[in-house]
């Protein structure tokens, strides 16, 4: 095997391998320190790639932190960058594992370890977003352990992930927390580092991972959806205690796991102490020094559950009309539906329209989304266009059998006409290739021949067993044209498409095209569900100002009403810039 050569470096050997990097040990010449190499596996990297090293480097470099691994240098080796790390002579836990299981004792000044570097991160306001048992570093005979890789870290206190297939998410899928999945409808904060390492601390003590599937959408299902087991009824030598508190960082929502790091810390010290005073470990009281070190305004939706119990009936309905093995439906049913959701711009619409992301995902749905915008009425199809075009995009991350089947069905609808598909969304010819002129028509014919295939080609997605979710935003600015499109997806009840349009309707009235055209649909017997938002009542805003405060409704309820509609201001605010 032909070593690596990197100049000023002595490589020993290769001690590790990824799908997109070489992990080396060896030597620095100038002063005969031990370092560990890590170096980009293809010869001709990507800019993202490239991007990531660089912050990984700026980042581990920067941080000098006792438990975090700390870097030397960056450097080029022929197209490509290597990054010297210390060598401290460990190696990491999903190594140890394969060669020995840790007693209580050992498990929990381990995971005390973990629990202290993991805040020493989130103190420079950094989340790791990949905290795994092969990035965790231990050497048992110093007793040093260190968090390492940091290629997707993110120096931001929140980020929006986006819906992406199951292949190409950020993180290592066994290990990511629900809200890093892009289906949860919730932004991804420091949190998220606590569900993986939730799922690290019951690897560690059970053997397993919580969830085991070769499935990846099932296992994102999983994920966000479905509860572990208790680590104790695997492994019973781990005390109930324990358990809880593995169970509580893999809650589904993020408000349900611990606030801080240190908050975990001090509950795993608890324990270990415990242990060696030969006390019941069960009496430790969890979670008595996990506190917020800064304002924390909760995610999750207030007064909005029959909302939410409504959108999700609706979707069920959809996707239920399409399983050909469900039992107990009417045949004669309509398989599309549409929700029409109204209120005042920036009262929760897109927020509520979201919380349809797991069933959509058990499901193994698609949701896509577009917006219409006030300075392009112009432009038709905009919005459609801009959600087909995220769809194609998703379909494009699946296997290659899986986009043959796709590239067979499009074929079979648009036939020699998928010229005219390509030029309003480009990435349809990476699916069924160069595709050849068609003959000029005139305008209404131009136009009527649109039509027909772009209504053709979104059944192509609507007629699977797959649901189709299309989103809509702002349609009081919709254009004629998609109007007219979207009666005509809607006409046609055999087609499994749940179409949920939101609009302000400060502004729209009963002229408005979006209600003629709304009327019109009704009139082909669709179901058309009305979803009407509200402001928060005074109830509700009260949890939601107890929630941030930690504290009971009674105590905030001293605030006036003048006072909770400020907040409420704020908070709607908020939500919106999100």
Known sequence: MVML?????????????????????GIRQQDNRPVVLKILKSA????????????????????????????????????????????????????LMDKRRFTIEEFLKIAIKISAALGEIHGANIIHKDINTSNIVFNPASEELKIIDFGISSVLSKESPIICNPNILEGTLAYISPEQTGRMNRLVDYRTDFYSLGVTFYELLTQQLPFQTSDAMELVYFHIAKQAIAPEKINQTIPKKLGELIIKLLSKNADDRYKSAYGIEKDLESILKNLSDKININNAVLGRFDVYDKLHISQKLYGRESEIQTLISVYNRVADSLDINATKIDNSQSKSEMVLVSGYSGIGKTALVREIYQPITKSRGYFISGKFDQLQRHIPYSSLIQALRSLIQQLLTESSETIASWREKILAVVGQQGKIIIDVINEVELIIGSQPDVVILESTESQNRFNILFYNFISVFTTSKQPLV????????????????IKQLMANTENGLLLIVAYRDSEVNAAHPLMLTIDEIKQT???????????????????????????????????????????????????KMN
């Open 5 to 25: 050569a990197i100049s000023g470096f002595s490589v020993n050997s290769k001690i590790h391998e990824s799908y997109n990097s070489l992990v080396y040990r």
């Open 470 to 485: 299309i989103f809509l935003d702002d349609l009081q600015w919709a254009d004629s044209a998609s109007l007219k499109l």
């Open 525 to 575: 017997g669709t179901i058309v569900n009305h979803i009407y938002l509200t402001p928060l009542d005074l109830n509700n805003t009260s949890q939601l100002i107890a929630d941030t405060f930690n504290c009971t409704t009674q105590k905030a309820k001293p605030l006036n009403q003048s006072q909770i509609a400020a907040l409420q201001i704020v908070f709607c605010a908020n939500k």
């Open 44 to 95: 001709y990297p990507t800019p993202e790639l490239l991007s990531r090293y660089k912050q990984e480097f700026e980042i581990t470099h920067k941080l000098q932190l006792a438990g975090i691994i700390k870097s030397y240098s960056l450097e080029k080796y022929q197209n490509t960058l290597a990054i010297a790390f210390e060598d401290f002579g460990g190696e990491s836990l999903k190594i």
